[in-house]
């Protein structure tokens, strides 16, 4: 199987033009790193995912994991990868020297899970949960867990996974009953079970290691009595030996995509026999879990942005070379047919597949900036990028999700009837983006976390802070040639969201909680098109400063593409904001006064 999944060239651009990512460097936490470095690192996870993810990313998808004895078989070659995640390093590679990490910039890190997420997005989640399961144990749980898990979490020996979800409760975790009852010991007995666990058990490594939400036996109700528990499939005894620990797998989930990685039902204590380890405090493990939530939600939108990249490639490249038709007004029917790129309802399908791809990666490095940033901004300042970073993640995962299922649908159009076929992989591609929009919270849980609580969090000090970095923006755009004239209208953009914002914040307080957020997923929807747009300015900006320095025909190219897209988001993308706007605006409770009943025939 042969194809680029990703453009290295665009990561560079955004990670050294925009984003100046080697200046990084300078602060003492990442001064082993420089340019030189950062670029072999990329340079590493494009041969690992050339070398062994994209290989066998079709093979995974028709081969996908089944249950077996109570073991779930998957690809033999996650043995291998996750092995080969761990001796490279990449499985704790951001994590601080002190847990045997690299201290690699986060943004950095993004950029080499955007690689490895396009080669073959099941391939890679298996390290990714793993590295989130090991960084909530190394912030939050007792040393005595740190030592007997992490270093084999962190060799990919071992599985980590997050266990949320329940049968009745679905993705409301405040009606969670799993249950663990106090031993008077080092460990609880838990009871109970979990649904949708990704990567929740498998034969390509010896143990799996859940991170778990319960509920201490009489604990207050709601989020407030929820804890948090290490519970291994196999425990560890005195002697180092593994031990059953009385974790089923009930069932695995058969996917329309995702297909490479496992998705299981999971029975604790079903003989009285599970044992789990308190991390941190009781009753605060759901703030505990919300580290790897949303990080965990960060990735979900890289791994959509990622997978729209793959298929819009994939176009690009068919589109590039199949040919059909002549160019619109031609009158020879002799004529040599063209490549079906000359037509420009192709070119308008692979801008928007540009714009949505590269503008997800540019605004999911935003927010890994602002995490790196947490470790060198002084203490006064730090506050301001963790607001933001909390502001931008539901925008970021539910942006790239939903667009990215409208992108690679693109990559299916410009391939015809070959699209929806299994010979060509945007048919895969496709089926593999869905689950984003619902994993990890769906766009409407998203939509109400924005809303509902990142917007208002503080008085509105991260909505405003928001406002405050772009209009900064704007500001130095307005001086540059080539881009000042998007300014005015991202300015415009930023006004409709103030008033929407206002709007719907006074209806909240006339009509109620209910009425502000029936919408919530509509102001989602309208604030992640302006946060793109204000990527977009940032990459036009860069790549016009950088296009007068240019003088390699394939540089001048580039820039001129960036150019082009940026434009084209903002005369076929931004607009959308006023219909929106106008929706949000107009107060008519119609979701909230539909009854249920009427939907009966």
């Known amino acids: 199987m042969a194809g680029k999944f990703i453009s290295i060239r665009n990561l560079k651009f955004l990670l050294y033009e925009v984003f100046d990512t080697a200046g990084l460097a300078k602060a003492p936490y990442f ?9 072999l690192v990329l340079d590493a996870s494009m041969k690992l995912s050339q070398k062994m993810l994209f290989p066998i990313l079709e093979e995974m998808d028709r081969k996908a994991p089944y249950l077996d004895n109570g073991t779930v078989k998957v690809h033999p070659s996650v043995r291998s990868i996750m092995r080969e995640f761990g001796d490279g390093g990449w499985i704790g590679a951001s994590f601080p020297e002190a847990w045997d990490g690299e201290q690699l910039p986060h943004i950095l890190n993004c950029a080499c899970h955007l690689i490895i997420s396009s080669a073959n997005y099941s ?14 144990i190394g912030s939050y749980a007792a040393d005595r867990l740190k030592k007997t898990y992490l270093p084999n979490m962190l060799a990919g020996r071992w599985q980590g996974t997050m266990a949320l979800t329940e049968p009745q409760a679905g993705s409301s975790l405040s009606d969670i009953t799993t249950t663990a009852y106090p031993t008077g010991k080092d460990y609880y007995l838990l009871k109970g079970q979990k649904v949708f666990i990704s990567a929740g058990d498998h034969d390509g490594v010896d143990n799996v290691v859940h991170m778990l939400l319960g509920r201490i ?9 929820i804890s948090l528990f290490l519970v291994p499939k196999h425990r ?8 059953f620990n009385d974790v089923v797998v009930s069932q695995v989930f058969h996917k329309m995509g995702y297909r490479g990685a496992p998705i299981t039902e999971l029975s604790f204590g079903e003989k009285e026999d599970c044992r789990g380890f308190l991390v ?6 759901l703030m505990y879990m919300f580290q790897m939530m949303n990080g965990a939600r960060i990735g979900v939108g890289l791994g959509a942005a990622a997978i729209a990249s793959a298929a819009y490639y994939a176009a690009l490249e068919y589109s590039q070379s199949r040919r059909q038709g002549r160019k619109m007004g031609a009158k020879d029917p002799d004529a040599a047919q063209v490549p079906i790129i000359e037509h420009a309802d192709i070119r ?14 540019g605004l999911l490095m935003q927010c890994a900036l602002y995490e790196d940033m947490l470790h060198i901004a002084p203490e006064e300042e730090r506050e301001r990028y963790e607001l933001l970073l909390d502001l931008l993640t539901p925008i970021a995962k ?3 999700s939903e667009m990215g299922i409208l992108s690679t649908s693109f990559a299916i159009q410009c391939l015809g009837g070959y699209g929806y076929c299994e010979d060509f992989p945007v048919e895969q591609y496709y089926r593999d983006v869905r689950i984003h929009p619902i994993h990890e919270g769906t766009t409407g849980i998203q939509g109400i976390d924005l809303l509902g609580r990142k917007v208002i969090m503080k008085e509105g000090k991260a909505f405003f802070l928001f406002l405050e970095t772009v209009r900064s923006d704007i500001q130095k755009a307005a001086r540059v040639v080539g881009v000042a004239y998007l ?6 953009a930023l006004k409709i969201l103030e008033e929407v914002t206002a709007h719907l914040g006074d209806l909240g307080v006339k009509k109620g909680q209910e009425v502000f957020l029936a919408d919530a997923t509509l102001y989602l929807e309208m604030f992640g098109i302006i946060a793109i747009a204000w990527q977009w300015l940032l990459q036009a900006m860069a790549a016009c400063e950088a296009d007068n320095g240019a003088s390699r025909s394939a540089d001048l190219n580039f820039y001129q593409g960036k150019r082009y897209t940026a434009r084209y988001f903002f005369a076929y993308e931004l607009p959308k904001i006023k219909v929106l706007a106008q929706r949000l605006t107009d107060s008519d409770p119609l979701t909230i006064e539909m009854q249920s009943s009427y939907f009966n025939d």
């Open 398 to 400: 539910s942006y790239s």
């Open 487 to 492: 300014t005015t209208q991202l300015e415009n």
């Open 31 to 39: 001064h082993q790193h420089n340019k030189k470095s950062m670029d």
């Open 217 to 225: 036996e009489g604990a207050p109700a709601g989020v407030k009595g």
């Open 348 to 361: 308008r399908m692979l801008l928007f597949q540009r714009a949505v791809v590269e503008g997800s990666e």
């Open 280 to 285: 941190g405090e009781p009753n605060r493990g």
């Open 123 to 136: 391939a890679g989640v298996y390290a990714e949960l793993t590295s989130g399961a090991a960084r909530l």
């Open 236 to 243: 560890v005894d005195d002697s180092g030996n593994l031990i």
